[in-house]
């Protein structure tokens, strides 16, 4: 599996909540749970970079494509990113993470059975072209988009979400084969939910589309 984690650093993500997710990814990669469900899969290995994103201007490759095949990997990925310099941008561009993530998958140097993009965030798309037509370019190349919408209760720009944030995911972010939503109550809860996200697309386990 190639999978792109791609990760909301909107100014709705202050400097705490950047942290947590941060910390939640680094914990979650090398748990040696998630580590045995690597070791399981079909090659036994997968592979990974990490993008962060805010609007339409703004998409970084944080870690570049990164081979994890086991505890000493996962535990050098995780020690890398903790070094890796963050910022935070203002607005929300969920498509333009999305097609930038779309390149990432395309420059891999690793041939995989399964495409998948991560998104995680706070907030609805605000800043660039629709969601739902970044989406659907990526649904029809073959690639699943999963989404960790973050229930925060501290407000964006002073303004409501349209829908519930996990409805909006569901109904305009996520895609393609198996594609699912895990709900985060808020940060300090992330980390345990990108392990369980993370074992469920290693394993590609079948389930509903909300988790």
Avoid: C, H
């Avoid at 709900?183 to 386990?205: M, P, T, W, Y």
Wanted: charged share 25%.
């Amino acid at each position: 599996m190639l999978l792109v984690l791609a990760v909301d650093v909107s100014r709705s993500v202050d400097e705490d909540e950047a942290r947590l997710q941060r910390e939640g990814y680094r914990a979650a990669v090398s748990d040696p749970a998630v580590v045995e469900a690597i070791r399981g899969g079909m090659i036994g290995a997968i592979a990974l970079a990490y993008v962060e994103w805010a609007g339409a201007e703004y998409q970084r490759l944080v870690l570049p494509w990164t081979r994890i095949g086991g505890q000493a990997d996962a535990t050098a990925w995780s020690e890398r990113l903790a070094e890796a310099p963050r910022a935070s941008l203002s607005w929300t561009s969920i498509s333009a993470a999305l097609d930038f993530s779309r390149g990432v998958l395309a420059e891999a140097p690793f041939e995989a059975t399964r495409r998948v993009v991560d998104v995680s965030g706070d907030g609805v798309n605000n800043s660039g072209g629709p969601a739902e037509a970044a989406r659907d370019r990526l649904v029809e190349e073959g690639i699943t988009i999963n989404g960790l919408p973050i229930i925060n209760d501290r407000p964006t720009f002073g303004r409501l979400p349209p829908l519930p944030l996990d409805e909006y995911y569901r109904d305009s972010v996520i895609g393609g084969p198996g594609a699912f939503v895990i709900v985060v109550e808020d940060f300090q809860s992330f980390g345990n939910a990108v392990k369980r996200k993370l074992i469920r697309e290693i394993a590609a386990l079948p389930g509903p589309v909300m988790g």
